[in-house]
């Protein structure tokens, strides 16, 4: 038996069969779908003649599905799924979210959540390109400011606002710990800034955090006043651990690290001082509705409350 010439199945055709199949009466189907009975009529004709097939038959209550019918009525649901989801995909790509998002990092990415940040970003808004850019922190409003990257993570005194042009969304608030090599306990512990000004500490550049915190209690302006005698220079926290470790000098780390450092390797925690520290992610002010940045703010929203 040859087979039929494929025929067109329009969707309006489809959409009538399933709708009078489940009211049996074309004049109700035709209510339902603001049509006039004859142009429902019409689609199931279409409909019938494009199959081939005899899809309803008339009774006494109505309309009522041949086998033919029956069989097809769950894939014509499925085929109207499926055109609906296809519309609801182009819609959403039409309103989807596109670019590229330029990201300063700073410090480990477990700190910085920044693993659950990039998938936040990722399910909903996959249409952003994200690239990072690992520094210190006072590098990224440097960096933020010449255009090569569009937003970051920064690190900065609670209640210090970085004013105009930025604008800066607080993450979390946490401590620094002064930490000493092992052994020196008795230089250390008990110890207010000034005693501890007398001992070696490790320097940092002006653009890390530890410099900026250590302003507050170190130098001309500060709590003592005083000048301690820096050694060494370095930028990176695992560099500094190493050197703490070695019997170097005294640096400041996250208060999580220094009680890690205190009980895995006997480091000592200077008790009678601290340093309150804040997370934020800043960004140009004027660029807080662009939207790459928006769906940034709103994927912190989600992964930090």
Known sequence: MPAR???PIEPQALRAF?????EGNVSRAAE????????VSLQLKALAGATGLKLFQRTPQ???????GAAL???ADKALAGLGEFASAAAALHNAVRGRLRIGTILDPEFTRLGAFLRQIVESSPQIDTVLHQDM???????IDSGRIDAGFFLDLPDHPVGAPWARKALTRFTYRVLAPAGWGPQVRGKDWKALAALPWLATPPSSVHNRLQQRVFGPGSLTGLEPRRVSMVD???SMLDLVRSGVGLSLVRDSIAIHEAQARGLCIADRVSLDCELSFVCRAERTAEPVIAAAWAALDAVWT
Do not use: C, K, N
């Open 5 to 7: 010439p494929h025929l």
């Open 62 to 68: 109505g309309m009522a599905l041949t086998p033919d």
């Open 32 to 39: 339902r779908l603001h049509l006039s009975q004859p142009a």
């Open 236 to 238: 990176q926290e695992p």
């Open 73 to 75: 009525l769950p894939l």
């Open 18 to 22: 399933t709708v009078v199949a489940r």
């Open 137 to 143: 922190s006072g590098e990224v409003l440097a960096l």
